[in-house]
């Protein structure tokens, strides 16, 4: 960190980020560097026949040109949800298959970066293509169920509880519809790249990632080495919703073309090429059936989906596990399949199954609302539970309820008339307000802190975490400065890197209520071990008391119940999390949305003014951050709801809206008011910080309150992403 003030209120990275001092991984010039740009494939599925390299090598300045016919001794990363650590199990560029439009083909090595996209452009292959499907719309034989996967169960097991299907069919009141939601790409500001260096036999390489030690333990894997010899830095990410979660195909591409040319090399995947070199959201359907009794209470919620997966991967699905979850519904049944297509494999997007999931739900409990004519908020209240309709145990903490309450005495909801149509804006539009709720898991990973004190005052800090953007720095910030009454000036964070302590996957919305936890114990730890000293002393007095240089202790810690064999895969770069079942309880985050629409009545065209959200995330560490987490979910469901969708041509297959004109995100001009708020209560069970996620849960339920406002504008059910002006004419 910079020697600026650190008001307590302020991110630690404030400074540095403005000024231009916080560097993305492609900033890192090394000297000798050289550029390399991916060529790629131009049919869905095949097989490369012949490939023409000759007229790329012969760009002035081009210095290695690397095919499947280079290639192909280099080993595949493996499947993150196999054992492995790559997004998908294949390694493009290491056979002659084509298993997806867009797959690289050919990386092309220059001087400078003009002479390699040249050489790039000039990479000529010919074809043997075969048929593709690209879309759930496939024959019967591409679907596989889930409980038929390899995968290990019961976590990907389906969910059931009571007997829901007998109890559907005796329901007085049957509601039943059936929800598309489309393929969505990440996009980071930040996009996927590699500078890759080797001296002396060491591979240092820099990528902005969720997963430093799935790099550094996946690339040993493909080059061969010890990942001893590997050392992965990020300090801070651009951005990562999941995108960036494991090892991504182009970084042995990198490595690989660096060891052989002897010189550093960088490698940027365009904005373009993202779409079809990484995860994405899989499209998904979801037929719902949810029974009630005419005095509202629901007693059969049915959760069916089917889900793409590309042709080599099964990408596993939860859905369900969030759908049973939301309200306590005696009668339980979920069914998830995978649906193969000729894509690269799909994989976790913010909310990756929480917020399709919550859709199709929430959008079925305004409908029952409507059907009952109960207020949308009485009839949610109404059918609030303490227990885990599946397990039957408590939760760690649910305030689902406060959440609701103080959202609608915020948002002024006892105003809204319950008749479609029946508000009217001051500027004459159609006004509707909806409702939603979410729920995320408060999951808890397995982690290594260390901190160390000098005698002249200055404290490193580790531990197994990535900073995204997210604001974790300013999280860990808090609690060392807090503790500690250390100047923020004086701290140093090792985080994101590998070669301090081991550098877990952060995703699930776990960051927190791992890192958090482990740095106040570790503190804990530190001034025990100072505690003989004369208090009236500082840390670093006390230590040059005792006439020792410096201090440094460790904590190891599991999350509630975690087996000691986790730390293990913590320290192979496997993930080792877990939630949100837990010994006794299960834990969640829970949020409420309360949404404004507004329809100009001629052309439709849908506008948010406002929106109000309350979370329950358990304790707050860093208000700023946390209030940016929780607006910048809310812009993510306002985005999917409104905006985005990765389009499809069924005749070509890949992605067409393959950058950030077409691939429609919410601008400022579409953003309106965001009022957030935080119940702010320990979770004291989950860990002792009293923390939970809180990342992911800001998106659950906003598209769905979206949903919902606009039937309250129009009359219209819409239950397709994203819902657009020529849905509503
Ligand atoms: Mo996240 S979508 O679990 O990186």
Same mark, same amino acid.
Request: charged share 20%.
């Given at each position: 960190?910079?020697?600026?003030?650190?008001?307590?209120?302020?991110?630690?990275?404030?400074?540095?980020?403005?000024?231009?001092?916080?560097?993305?991984?492609?900033?890192?010039?090394?000297?000798?560097?050289?550029?390399?740009?991916?060529?790629?494939?131009?049919?869905?599925?095949?097989?490369?026949?012949?490939?023409?390299?000759?007229?790329?090598?012969?760009?002035?300045?081009?210095?290695?040109?690397?095919?499947?016919?280079?290639?192909?001794?280099?080993?595949?990363?493996?499947?993150?949800?196999?054992?492995?650590?790559?997004?998908?199990?294949?390694?493009?560029?290491?056979?002659?298959?084509?298993?997806?439009?867009?797959?690289?083909?050919?990386?092309?090595?220059?001087?400078?970066?003009?002479?390699?996209?040249?050489?790039?452009?000039?990479?000529?292959?010919?074809?043997?293509?075969?048929?593709?499907?690209?879309?759930?719309?496939?024959?019967?034989?591409?679907?596989?169920?889930?409980?038929?996967?390899?995968?290990?169960?019961?976590?990907? $097991?389906?969910?059931?509880?009571?007997?829901?299907?007998?109890?559907?069919?005796?329901?007085?009141?049957?509601?039943?519809?059936?929800?598309?939601?489309?393929?969505?790409?990440?996009?980071?500001?930040?996009?996927?790249?590699?500078?890759?260096?080797?001296?002396?036999?060491?591979?240092?390489?820099?990528?902005?990632?969720?997963?430093?030690?799935?790099?550094?333990?996946?690339?040993?894997?493909?080059?061969?080495?010890?990942?001893?010899?590997?050392?992965?830095?990020?300090?801070?990410?651009?951005?990562?919703?999941?995108?960036?979660?494991?090892?991504?195909?182009?970084?042995?591409?990198? $490595?690989?073309?660096?060891?052989?040319?002897?010189?550093?090399?960088?490698?940027?995947?365009?904005?373009?090429?993202?779409?079809?070199?990484?995860?994405?959201?899989?499209?998904?359907?979801?037929?719902?059936?949810?029974?009630?009794?005419?005095?509202?209470?629901?007693?059969?919620?049915?959760?069916?989906?089917?889900?793409?997966?590309?042709?080599?991967?099964?990408?596993?699905?939860?859905?369900?596990?969030?759908?049973?979850?939301?309200?306590?519904?005696?009668?339980?049944?979920?069914?998830?399949?995978?649906?193969?297509?000729?894509?690269?494999?799909?994989?976790?997007?913010?909310?990756?199954?929480?917020?399709?999931?919550?859709?199709?739900?929430?959008?079925?409990?305004?409908?029952?609302?409507?059907?009952?004519?109960?207020?949308?908020?009485?009839?949610?209240?109404?059918?609030?539970?303490? $227990?885990?309709?599946?397990?039957?145990?408590?939760?760690?903490?649910?305030?689902?309820?406060?959440?609701?309450?103080?959202?609608?005495?915020?948002?002024?909801?006892?105003?809204?008339?319950?008749?479609?149509?029946?508000?009217?804006?001051?500027?004459?539009?159609?006004?509707?307000?909806?409702?939603?709720?979410?729920?995320?898991?408060?999951?808890?990973?397995?982690?290594?802190?260390?901190?160390?004190?000098?005698?002249?005052?200055?404290?490193?800090?580790?531990?197994?975490?990535?900073?995204?953007?997210?604001?974790?720095?300013?999280?860990?910030?808090?609690?060392?400065?807090?503790?500690?009454?250390?100047?923020?000036?004086?701290?140093?964070?090792?985080?994101?890197?590998?070669?301090?302590?081991?550098?877990?996957?952060?995703?699930?919305?776990?960051?927190?209520?791992?890192?958090?936890?482990?740095?106040?114990?570790?503190?804990?730890?530190?001034?025990?071990?100072?505690?003989?000293?004369?208090?009236?002393?500082?840390?670093?007095?006390?230590?040059?008391?005792?006439?020792?240089?410096?201090?440094?202790?460790?904590?190891?810690?599991?999350?509630?119940?975690?087996?000691?064999?986790?730390?293990?895969?913590?320290?192979?770069?496997?993930?080792?999390?877990?939630?949100?079942?837990?010994?006794?309880?299960?834990?969640?985050?829970?949020?409420?949305?309360?949404?404004?629409?507004?329809?100009?009545?001629?052309?439709?065209?849908?506008?948010?003014?406002?929106?109000?959200?309350?979370?329950?995330?358990?304790?707050?560490?860093?208000?700023?951050?946390?209030?940016?987490?929780?607006?910048?979910?809310?812009?993510?469901?306002?985005?999917?709801?409104?905006?985005?969708?990765?389009?499809?041509?069924?005749?070509?297959?890949?992605?067409?809206?393959?950058?950030?004109?077409?691939?429609?995100?919410?601008?400022?001009?579409?953003?309106?008011?965001?009022?957030?708020?935080?119940?702010?209560?320990?979770?004291?069970?989950?860990?002792?910080?009293?923390?939970?996620?809180?990342?992911?849960?800001?998106?659950?339920?906003?598209?769905?309150?979206?949903?919902?406002?606009?039937?309250?504008?129009?009359?219209?059910?819409?239950?397709?992403?994203?819902?657009?002006?020529?849905?509503?004419?």
């Amino acid at each position: 960190m910079s020697d600026m003030p650190y008001p307590d209120a302020l991110r630690v990275d404030a400074f540095d980020k403005v000024r231009g001092v916080q560097r993305y991984a492609a900033d890192n010039a090394r000297p000798g560097l050289a550029h390399a740009v991916l060529a790629t494939a131009t049919i869905a599925r095949g097989t490369v026949r012949r490939i023409d390299a000759a007229a790329a090598r012969a760009v002035p300045g081009v210095r290695l040109v690397l095919t499947h016919e280079e290639l192909n001794g280099l080993k595949p990363p493996g499947f993150l949800m196999g054992g492995g650590y790559g997004f998908q199990s294949i390694q493009p560029i290491t056979s002659p298959h084509i298993a997806y439009r867009g797959q690289p083909i050919a990386l092309v090595v220059a001087d400078n970066l003009e002479a390699a996209a040249e050489g790039a452009r000039l990479i000529r292959a010919d074809y043997a293509a075969e048929p593709h499907q690209v879309t759930l719309d496939a024959p019967e034989a591409d679907i596989v169920a889930q409980a038929d996967s390899p995968l290990p169960k019961p976590m990907f $097991a389906d969910v059931k509880a009571g007997e829901a299907d007998a109890a559907y069919a005796a329901a007085a009141i049957r509601i039943e519809a059936d929800f598309r939601h489309p393929p969505q790409h990440q996009n980071p500001i930040e996009m996927l790249s590699t500078v890759a260096e080797w001296r002396d036999g060491h591979l240092t390489v820099h990528e902005g990632t969720q997963n430093a030690e799935a790099i550094r333990h996946g690339l040993a894997r493909q080059l061969g080495i010890e990942p001893e010899r590997i050392t992965v830095l990020s300090p801070s990410a651009g951005g990562g919703f999941g995108q960036k979660n494991s090892l991504q195909a182009h970084t042995v591409l990198a $490595a690989e073309a660096a060891r052989r040319l002897e010189r550093p090399v960088k490698l940027v995947v365009t904005r373009a090429q993202i779409f079809h070199d990484s995860s994405f959201r899989p499209a998904s359907r979801h037929r719902i059936r949810l029974g009630a009794d005419t005095a509202g209470r629901m007693v059969a919620l049915i959760h069916e989906t089917d889900s793409q997966t590309s042709r080599h991967d099964l990408f596993p699905t939860q859905y369900t596990e969030l759908s049973a979850r939301l309200y306590g519904i005696a009668g339980f049944r979920g069914r998830e399949r995978l649906v193969r297509t000729d894509v690269q494999t799909p994989g976790y997007m913010r909310a990756p199954y929480e917020h399709p999931a919550a859709f199709a739900v929430e959008c079925c409990v305004d409908e029952l609302a409507y059907r009952l004519g109960r207020d949308p908020v009485a009839l949610r209240l109404a059918n609030d539970t303490t $227990a885990d309709p599946i397990t039957g145990q408590p939760y760690s903490s649910r305030y689902l309820a406060e959440c609701l309450r103080r959202g609608a005495a915020r948002f002024g909801w006892d105003r809204r008339s319950m008749e479609p149509g029946s508000m009217r804006a001051e500027d004459g539009s159609l006004m509707g307000w909806g409702v939603a709720i979410g729920a995320y898991k408060a999951a808890t990973a397995a982690a290594i802190a260390r901190l160390r004190l000098s005698a002249d005052g200055a404290v490193t800090f580790s531990v197994g975490v990535h900073e995204m953007g997210q604001g974790i720095r300013t999280a860990i910030f808090a609690v060392l400065v807090r503790r500690l009454g250390v100047e923020p000036g004086r701290i140093t964070l090792e985080i994101g890197s590998t070669g301090t302590t081991p550098q877990h996957l952060t995703a699930g919305s776990w960051g927190t209520a791992t890192a958090i936890p482990a740095a106040e114990e570790v503190c804990d730890a530190l001034l025990r071990a100072l505690e003989t000293l004369p208090s009236r002393l500082s840390l670093a007095e006390r230590l040059r008391a005792a006439g020792r240089p410096y201090l440094e202790v460790e904590v190891s810690r599991r999350a509630p119940g975690q087996p000691e064999a986790v730390m293990g895969r913590l320290t192979s770069g496997l993930p080792a999390a877990m939630g949100p079942a837990y010994p006794g309880y299960v834990s969640f985050s829970h949020v409420a949305h309360f949404v404004e629409v507004r329809v100009e009545p001629s052309t439709r065209r849908i506008r948010v003014p406002r929106v109000v959200s309350v979370a329950d995330c358990g304790r707050v560490i860093s208000p700023r951050t946390a209030a940016s987490q929780l607006r910048g979910g809310v812009i993510w469901g306002i985005g999917a709801a409104l905006r985005e969708v990765s389009e499809v041509d069924v005749r070509y297959g890949g992605f067409l809206n393959a950058d950030l004109a077409e691939y429609v995100l919410p601008v400022h001009a579409d953003i309106g008011t965001i009022d957030v708020e935080f119940v702010d209560a320990p979770d004291p069970r989950l860990n002792a910080a009293g923390v939970k996620g809180l990342g992911e849960v800001s998106m659950v339920g906003v598209a769905p309150a979206i949903a919902n406002a606009v039937h309250h504008a129009t009359g219209r059910r819409l239950r397709a992403l994203p819902i657009r002006v020529e849905d509503l004419l």
